[in-house]
């Protein structure tokens, strides 16, 4: 028992240094309007009984609960876009839905008020820097608001209405303005706007929202750009729905992204776990879904502002998203965890899916003060964060099927083993590689057995 402690707390601990390569970083997904409230005297339109109104989240409020994020294991934060939104809302079922998520600009030189300043984005980087965190800006170059100045002073940059056409270019999204980033005015704009704002304050990435509906030569030039003026290790992550490794076959082919966000990890894992897909299955999946060229990466995530929450799909079964949190640890890629999915945040569909961020009891003036936590499951997520950063192979060795059958899956990188047992009755232990396994993470309960619904980390102490 003692060897075993000795190892673990070895393994828990000696943590690397953060490196150019994003197969070593744990993303960390935030809604800003949903996360933390630190400065009341921005707040605008906040209104907490409306879903789809702002609540107060802002760059201050981030920026005071990084060291929640540290204490996780994450090595760095996305969180949605920061500039000016439409004021005017729209309706939605019948209540006004206002731009709270940051993909409906007004301006995209400005920062909107709600959320802060230039100079609190500022202090967000550089605080965040000297933590070891890095950052992540999410930026829109496909459309503005609804409503917004452009559509009336500057037409001629804009498709609407009958302008708008049916392939993916020319598409107006959901019914968006569609900015024609085809012309060099547009782009020189947007560029400014964008790189602009991430070299003054010092940004690590972009995430790219909605990639595919803009052409691949903007990208290619967005990339020439984006080297020139922030850097060769700058990190461009795109979001292409429904995307996989055969989708990013060609973005990373042309060398526009270096990761691409993996929509199929969800979508599998969470057939898994309810009984759909069969662990067969799932392990030729798993063991062959990061095939792409080095240097790439897909970011697999089991949450986001788009879907309803992992745990709400699984029934509130917690056990169940253990499961898929230490799927999600040993893949291969830069995994994504979206706020509050650590401490239990269930939200079903849209609007739900994009609840306040839970601070239990708190004196503090937060959107969500007083909704309850799961520590209990942020502790096991934590201790499989501290697990994946400790252990080079678990990010970056090839992966393999020791046993997949019935309810059990036991995937191999190296010296480290997982195994799961999706099954709500307790499963033999499949025959392991030769060497002295020992557990370190998860069920200790009995080495034999892998108990209902339960995951094990073992290592090879041979």
Known sequence: MFKRIILMMALLYALPAQSADWKDEIIYFIMLDRFSDGDQTNNQTVDLDNPIAFHGGDLKGLTDKLDEIVDLGATAIWFTPVVQQVITPIEAEGIPFHGHHGYWAEDFTQLDPRYGTEADLKALVD????????????????????????????PKWIRQGDDCGGDAITL???????????????????????????ERVGADGFRLDTYKHITQEFWKDHRVVTRERLGEDFFLIGEIWDADKYIARKPFE?????????????????????????TARYA????????????????????????????????????????????????????????????????????????????????????????????????????????????????HADVQTVFAGGDVLVLQKGSVILAVNRGNSGQTMPLLPDGEWVTVLGSHSDELTLPAKSYRFMVNDG
């Open 284 to 395: 030729r999946y798993f063991t062959k879904r990061h095939d792409v060229p080095d240097g790439y990466v897909l970011a697999p995530f089991l949450s986001s502002h788009d879907v309803p929450m992992l745990l709400a799909m699984l029934r509130g079964d917690t056990d169940k998203l253990r499961i898929a949190f230490a799927l999600l640890m040993f893949a291969e890629g830069t995994p994504v965890i979206t706020w509050g999915e650590e401490i239990g945040r269930r939200g079903g569909l849209w609007p739900d899916n994009r609840e306040d961020m839970a601070w239990g009891e708190s004196n503090e003036q937060l959107p969500g003060a007083n909704l309850p936590r799961d520590e209990a499951l942020r502790a096991d997520v934590k201790s499989m964060l501290s697990l994946r950063k400790a252990h080079t192979e678990i990010r």
């Open 172 to 198: 107006c999204l959901s019914g968006l303005p569609d900015l024609k980033t085809e012309l060099p005015a547009v782009r020189d704009y947007l560029y400014e706007a964008h790189i602009g704002l991430a």
């Open 127 to 154: 605080t965040a820097h000297s933590k070891g965190l890095k950052i992540i800006l999410d930026v829109v170059y496909n459309h503005v608001g609804y409503g917004a100045e452009w559509t009336r002073t500057r």
């Open 254 to 278: 042309e060398d526009t992204l270096d990761g691409v966000l993996d929509f199929s990890f969800r979508d599998r894992t969470m057939k898994l776990l309810n009984g759909v897909e069969d």
